[in-house]
């Protein structure tokens, strides 16, 4: 992996909210007395009535999860109300439409009017406490509205990507016997409108032979397309909220009420129904999101992530809007109308934070450097990347290019199930090493260990497990607390498992290397995805690369690679040859490639991640049955892999 250290900037150290020095010392308290430090830091948000009790917290057992328990609050109140004094005519979202021009600009007053108002829609059709109400929408004002407003009346929230197909939304409404569904007629994206109305109508019915029955369905009118209406059944938003009272008061919640459900991406399996609450987890939205991202007063901060996934769940909402952010919410894509569209919007909104994924990073490199270089970024202070592994050379060009040196880059590890970032750099603290995530948040205590659940000390390469709670940790799979403990506290007793395989280098700090799923065993060396996917990409000719093992006689595992080259480039057996001799050059001759299969794309699922689950088998020449591909984007490319795999038996 990169050797190369970039020490904190002198500009992200002036006037930052945590210097290393703070952090090393927080850090310490976190870890020695956390019901110390966490009594302190639940202060961050307004109880009605506070907590005596932080934590009460076991990985053993029945594994029992509760902070802050006799606390009680509300999410809504938090992101809205106790704002309004201070901050009532500040701008709380700018929603940036998929046409560059529709904007629009959203003050805590109107949020405050308008989540109240759908709040008292819900309750007048009948929507009580720790009801599941389905919110399937796409990036519009309406989709936070809808959270919040759930939120505010303590209905649980689960919000499906707007992306899914109809049988995906029906497994998941029937999953959680939601019998509400908030959504639009069509949503827009790269210029093209999807039938999300028409696709709700398929799931209900589907749902209703699984004897799940959507009494109602909500639905805000984005683009006025044509779609079906069934009358009784199916409501405007529009008209509902114009015959209600524009004040709703917040349902008191216990800190441990439900808050949402929300099903993992589903890159190494079934997606699982993870279940938030209320206290801890805004509390843990909020603190990171501040210490993160640095969040000063006034910045303006953009996170490109779907309200659909964990990210836009604490980083475009609810971190944000606890804190009194100005948090920007995208309808479109980062290709429409051009490669420059992400560089466009940060220049004309000014956006000063800016968060994305290494898929998208990886995707804007490969349109070239003019793009980015066309436009000005200089409001940008601070950059971050989720979502997967960055390789170096991803990180390079995030730094470099588009973020002309002067911003340091958060990597931040976490995943739906931890609530909030676990393990980042802070931006005035943490020197910056391309390709890891670095240190631990405060309060998170990981511990790598071998497969018979030794702990590795120092310097090591094993399994990632936390080993005590944090606020924002979920709860229970929803429905499903056996699953719960089997996924996530069984494999090591008393440890929460992550699933991810992580080296620590002799600084401390972490660079997570894949599933450990993942983990290549060649001639009984033990190597992670990335570093083998980084090498690639690290060649001139290479954009995005995936790899896994198959079985290989004389080595146990081969390795065998997928590569999508620069736009332009055609793969040929001259290219093989030269990436197999780059690739031993970068890592070394036990990395050697077996198999390179030249692919125009890769199977992701749809929050951009590579389903490499899916590549084994193709690997393996055993792609029967490829699983659970209810969450790939796009089944045609793997039927193109299938044709021009590279290991037929
Ligand atoms: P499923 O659990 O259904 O297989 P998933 O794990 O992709 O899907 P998410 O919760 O969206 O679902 O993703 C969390 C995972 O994403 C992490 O376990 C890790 O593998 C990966 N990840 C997230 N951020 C980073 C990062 N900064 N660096 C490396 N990996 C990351
Ligand atoms: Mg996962």
Request: proline letters at 5%; hydrophobic letters at 40%.
């Given at each position: 992996?990169?050797?190369?250290?970039?020490?904190?900037?002198?500009?992200?150290?002036?006037?930052?909210?945590?210097?290393?020095?703070?952090?090393?010392?927080?850090y310490k308290q976190s870890i020695k007395d956390p019901e110390k430090f966490w009594a302190k830091h639940g202060?961050?948000?307004?109880?009605?009535?506070?907590?005596?009790?932080?934590?009460n917290t076991s990985f053993e057992g029945k594994v029992a999860i509760k902070w802050f328990e006799d606390g009680v609050t509300n999410v809504s109140y938090n992101c809205i109300d106790r704002h309004l004094k201070k901050r009532g005519d500040q701008v709380a979202i700018i929603w940036e439409g998929d046409n560059p021009y529709l904007d629009k600009k959203i003050t805590y007053n109107e949020l405050y009017e308008q989540v109240c108002r759908l709040a008292n829609v819900l309750k007048k059709h009948g929507v009580k406490k720790g009801d599941r109400v389905t919110i399937y929408m796409p990036m519009i004002p309406e989709a936070s509205y809808a959270m919040l407003a759930c939120t505010r009346i303590g209905a649980i929230h689960s919000v499906v990507f707007g992306g899914f197909s109809p049988d995906a939304l029906a497994g998941r409404i029937v999953d959680c016997e939601s019998t509400f569904v908030i959504t639009s007629d069509e949503g827009m994206r790269g210029g093209k409108p999807i039938p999300l109305k028409d696709n709700t109508d398929k799931a209900i019915d589907i749902a209703a032979r699984h004897h799940v029955m959507v009494k109602n369905v909500l639905v805000v009118r984005r683009t006025g397309g044509k779609t079906g209406w069934a009358p009784g059944r199916d409501l405007w938003y529009h008209e509902e909220i114009a015959s209600v009272k524009p004040e709703c008061k917040p349902e008191k919640m216990k800190a441990e009420d439900p808050l949402f459900i929300l099903y993992t991406s589903g890159s190494t399996g079934k997606p699982k129904g993870v279940l938030h609450t209320t206290g801890g987890y805004l509390v843990y939205a909020s603190m990171t999101h501040q210490y993160v991202f640095d969040y000063h007063d006034g910045d303006i901060y953009w996170c490109t992530a779907d309200v659909g996934w964990v990210t836009g769940h604490s980083y475009i909402v609810y971190g944000p809007l606890a804190n009194g952010a100005t948090t920007l919410m995208f309808e479109g894509v980062p290709n429409y109308p051009s490669v420059s569209r992400f560089w466009d919007v940060i220049d004309k909104h000014k956006v000063n934070i800016f968060y994305t994924a290494p898929t998208a990073i990886r995707a804007l490199m490969s349109a070239g450097d003019e793009p980015v270089k066309k436009t000005s970024r200089k409001s940008l202070r601070i950059l971050g990347s989720v979502g997967e592994p960055i390789n170096p050379e991803a990180w390079e060009w995030y730094y470099q290019v588009v973020g002309d040196k002067r911003s340091p880059i958060v990597d931040t590890w976490w995943q739906t199930e931890t609530g909030g970032i676990l393990i980042t750099p802070l931006p005035g603290a943490t020197a910056l090493k391309p390709g890891s995530a670095t240190r631990p948040f405060f309060g998170v205590q990981p511990q790598l260990v071998d497969n018979e659940g030794d702990v590795l000390e120092g310097a090591a390469d094993g399994n990632l497990c936390i080993i005590d709670s944090w606020p924002g940790q979920m709860r229970t799979v929803y429905g499903d607390h056996k699953r719960f403990i089997e996924t996530y506290f069984s494999t090591y007793k008393g440890k929460y498992f992550t699933g991810d395989g992580c080296r620590r280098d002799k600084d401390g700090y972490y660079w997570i290397t894949g599933r450990v799923d993942d983990v290549l065993n060649v001639s009984g060396h033990r190597m992670g995805t990335a570093e083998v996917e980084s090498a690639l990409v690290s060649h001139d000719t290479v954009s995005e690369a995936a790899v896994v093992g198959y079985p290989h006689d004389l080595k146990g595992q081969g390795i065998y690679c997928y590569v999508t080259l620069m736009a332009g480039l055609d793969g040929t057996d001259e290219l093989r040859k030269e990436l197999v001799t780059h690739v031993r050059k970068e890592i070394g001759p036990i990395a050697s490639p077996d198999k390179i299969q030249f692919a125009p794309s890769l199977p992701k699922t749809r929050s951009g991640?590579?389903?490499?689950?899916i590549l084994r088998k193709i690997a393996e020449d055993d792609f029967g049955a490829l699983g659970d591909t209810s969450t790939l984007a796009d089944p045609a490319v793997v039927d193109d892999l299938i044709a021009n795999r590279q290991n037929r038996k």
């Open positions: 992996m990169s050797e190369k250290v970039y020490p904190v900037l002198a500009s992200a150290k002036k006037d930052a909210l945590i210097d290393n020095e703070t952090y090393l010392n927080w202060k961050r948000i307004d109880w009605f009535k506070p907590y005596t009790k932080v934590k991640k590579i389903m490499r689950r």
